[in-house]
């Protein structure tokens, strides 16, 4: 056995692979975007075979890219873009229809009826989610009820419901492991997360029958080993998490109220809660952070639909920027004495407003704004959307009595490409009022889910001393004075309520 392992991150929008060396250090990357299927207004497909193809492509060429082959990888951790459903064939592989995407809203409709009928709150209780077009169980309920194919393939016991990771392993075991982790399992609407096992009550409520899904392992476990004939020699499969889970593992968030964000396209904020699955009073979510050794920890989650995004409408939408990096030298020469403030609320506001019909808002324009002002109010807005959802997560760790680890005046973990921006991580310093630290390795969610594996293959240390070996590149402290910040949040909020909804009179 040698010292490297290979992260497999499927993503929304493509497919990395990255090797790491047996200290955790990059060593190669190989990635392939595949294309995104809109068969609808507020419909996203991924064909299998696409997301299959790339996976492969990407592992065959940083293999080679490094230099190394199979017989070098002591194991493989994968993961994945979570929610997203795939039905297949369990004797041909191939599946019966597209992947539905965590994105496609298709069974909102579904999902109002089900709230209205007060379904919610049995199913809030034991998987710890809400009962949105977002998680799998719903998508899997309509290929059911739509497709009366797939309905009576089912039946028979023909076919296997997974998530991407759990499609990915049986096609890399050539079929012969049909598994999944914990945290991807706490993202379908049908795991009890407390007992850690598939729910009857979840499983009947969306028609779906325990044997259709696959076992739930650790996320440092194993997944069995890749077929011999696909790179060359097989490679064991030993780490599996859901990408935001894999984050706040490869940010070693593992003491409670450790918290970590990941900003792209969208934000994703998960704080550690420890061992007992606290409920949210903030409607965020408690989901399975990982599972070690048996042992679950969980963390308490908000999403923030659009960081990144922002920046990909000034520069796309409204051509105001040549490239995302520019917003940055905008935003530094930007008028100080301008109030300008943009709420991204394009698809609505996620936590802790959770308000689908609100429309984003640019306010405060004078006949002296420009660009700078406009870039300026974008990156901004992902300060006060984060300090907002922080806000709510901090209420929640004080209700359920968890240490302030990470509460006021600790550290918050980011990663994701929009931190290569510094004006933003000032920004969110002061905004946040609390130090805000950058790490070293900035592939963060492949680093988790390579450490995930390498931890199980006994090649990389136990989560105390990986810990202790997680170092930042740079720590951006706050520098902003207390009456400026109290300004600036109050003309976000004031911002803020002259977009959300309106409550019905
Ligand atoms: N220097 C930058 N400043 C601001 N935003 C950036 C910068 N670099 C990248 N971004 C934004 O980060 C996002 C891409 O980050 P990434 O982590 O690759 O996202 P995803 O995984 O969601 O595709 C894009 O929305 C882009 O606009
Ligand atoms: O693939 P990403 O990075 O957009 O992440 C998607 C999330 O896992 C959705 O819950």
Redesign the pocket.
């Known amino acids: 056995m040698s010292g490297y392992t290979i992260a497999l991150d499927q993503?929304?929008?493509?497919s990395r692979a990255i090797i790491f060396d047996g200290k955790l250090s990059p060593v190669a990357v190989a990635q392939r975007e595949f294309p995104q299927i809109y068969p609808r207004p507020g419909w996203v497909e991924h064909d299998p075979e696409e997301i299959w193809a790339s996976c492969v492509a990407v592992i065959s060429e940083v293999l080679a890219r490094a230099g190394l082959h199979a017989g070098d990888i002591a194991a493989l951790g994968i993961t994945n873009q979570r929610e997203t459903g795939i039905v297949w064939n369990r004797r041909t592989g191939r599946a019966v229809h597209n992947a539905i995407v965590w994105q496609d809203r298709r069974t909102a409709p579904d999902c109002a009826r089900r709230v209205a009928a007060g379904e919610e709150p049995a199913l809030r209780e034991k998987t710890g989610l809400l009962l949105d077009s977002y998680f799998t169980a719903t998508k899997y309920a309509w290929l059911l009820e739509n497709d009366p194919g797939i309905r009576a393939a089912a039946q028979a016991g023909e076919l296997a419901f997974g998530t991407v990771d759990t499609f990915l392993i049986w096609r890399l075991t050539g079929g012969e492991v049909f598994a999944t982790d914990a945290t991807n399992a706490s993202r379908t609407l049908l795991y009890d997360i407390a007992r850690g096992d598939w729910d009857e009550d979840c499983l009947a409520a969306f028609g779906i029958a325990r044997d259709w899904l696959p076992q739930v392992r650790d996320s440092a476990g194993d997944f069995g080993r890749v077929r011999d004939d696909l790179f060359g020699g097989g490679i064991p499969i030993r780490g599996v998490a859901g990408?935001q889970q894999a984050a706040t593992v490869g940010q070693a968030c593992f003491t409670p109220g450790m918290a970590k964000v990941?900003?792209?396209?969208?934000a994703f904020a998960l704080v550690n809660i420890g061992t007992t699955p606290a409920p949210s009073q903030n409607r965020l979510l408690t989901t399975v952070a990982y599972q070690i050794a048996g042992v679950r920890h969980y963390a308490l989650e908000g999403a923030i639909f659009v960081?990144?995004?922002?920046?990909?409408w000034l520069?796309d939408g409204l051509g105001i920027v040549a490239?995302?990096?520019?917003?940055?030298t905008l935003a530094e020469r930007a008028d100080p004495d301008q109030a300008v403030y943009l709420v991204p609320a394009f698809v609505g506001l996620g936590a802790p407003w959770w308000d689908s019909q609100a429309r984003a808002t640019l306010s405060g324009m004078t006949r002296g704004t420009g660009r700078a002002e406009i870039a300026r109010a974008a990156?901004e807005s992902v300060s006060h959307q984060t300090a907002d959802l922080l806000a709510a997560m901090t209420a929640d760790i004080a209700a359920a009595n968890i240490p302030d680890a990470g509460g006021d005046g600790s550290v918050l973990r980011v990663?994701?490409?929009?931190?290569?921006?510094d004006?933003?991580l000032q920004n969110l310093a002061d905004i946040l009022a609390r130090p805000v630290d950058r790490p070293r390795v900035a592939e963060t969610t492949a680093l988790g889910a390579a450490y995930l594996a390498g931890l199980a293959a006994d090649l990389y240390p136990q989560p105390a001393e990986f810990a202790r070996s997680w170092s930042r590149e740079r720590r951006f402290t706050p520098t902003m004075a207390d009456a400026r910040r109290a300004e600036k949040r109050a003309g976000w909020e004031d911002a803020l309520r002259r977009t959300l909804t309106p409550p019905a009179p």
Not at 307 to 312: D, E, H, I
Not at 415 to 421: F, K
Request: cysteine-free; glycine content about 18%.
């Open positions: 993503g929304t929008t493509s990408d990941t900003y792209g396209t969208g960081a990144g995004a922002a920046v990909q520069r490239s995302a990096q520019e917003t940055q990156l990663d994701g490409g929009m931190v290569a921006n004006w933003l």
